[in-house]
């Protein structure tokens, strides 16, 4: 099941539909920003999943996530060491941000996104250590 889920959050990395994007999310999925974003509740199920895409949107513009690793953590969950890319939308100007994030599967489907800072905040949430 293990490689499974690594498939599952690389497909998710890979779409650019949001509608694509939530056949992959467990209807009461649950997504928590980075500490100190502008935005930290957590996001609750599909249409939490749709608000912090238009949120996202709202603060920096068009965007994409890019997956530079993935590290199969465990039986449920997997860490994405990666980027958000894209241009700013009063400037136009490209920018990446860098962003980890631990995904928690449950028969086939992401239960849980939760975004940290750096590669070593995710792996230490995770409960592993470089």
Request: hydrophobic share 40%; with cysteine.
């Amino acid at each position: 099941m293990s490689q499974e889920n690594v498939e599952i959050v690389r497909r998710l990395h890979e779409v650019e539909d949001v509608d694509e994007a939530l056949s992959l999310f467990d209807p009461s999925v649950v997504m928590t920003n980075v500490a100190g974003a502008p935005e930290t509740a957590p996001y609750l199920g599909h249409d939490g999943v749709r608000k912090w895409v238009e949120v996202t949107r709202d603060a920096i513009g068009a965007f994409r996530l890019e997956a530079d690793e993935i590290i199969d953590a465990d039986e449920n969950r997997v860490i994405v060491v990666g980027r958000v890319c894209g241009q700013g939308p009063s400037s136009g100007l490209p920018f990446e941000l860098q962003l980890s994030t631990v995904y928690t599967l449950r028969r086939g489907r992401i239960v849980e996104a939760r975004a940290y800072r750096t590669k070593d905040e995710a792996l230490e949430a995770a409960g592993l250590s470089e």
